[in-house]
């Protein structure tokens, strides 16, 4: 029984330590800590009204963010087509951009 308690423990260590190195090279993500990354993209647009920009991935995905900080003249400054680092995390289940700087 003990034999069998220690193989689980190291498998599900093993698991652990498997799982937490794929978070930080996700698509081009570098983990910060655990709820902030950075992501490189290329800035689409910026909606002032809803406090959303849009970013191409690398992957070339697009997606649209909530901008989170409530200073909006970083975002409207950027210009279409530019190449980005946008940092961001989960806030209430969705993604929303805490910083944007220039590459």
């Known amino acids: 029984m003990k034999k069998l308690t220690l193989l689980f423990s190291l498998v599900l260590a093993a698991g ?16 910060i800590n655990p709820s902030v990354q950075k992501t ?41 087509g530019q190449k980005v680092v946008v940092t961001h995390k989960q806030v209430s289940g969705k993604e929303s951009v805490v910083g944007v700087a220039v590459r």
Request: positive net charge; glycine residues 6%; without cysteine.
């Open 40 to 80: 490189k993209a290329e800035f689409v647009s910026f909606d002032a009204s809803n406090k959303t920009v849009t970013l191409k991935l690398d992957s070339r995905e697009t997606v649209t963010w909530s901008w989170f900080s409530p200073d909006t003249g970083q975002a409207k400054s950027l210009k279409a």
């Open 16 to 31: 652990l330590a498997i799982a937490q190195e794929k978070v930080g090279d996700a698509a081009g993500k570098r983990t």
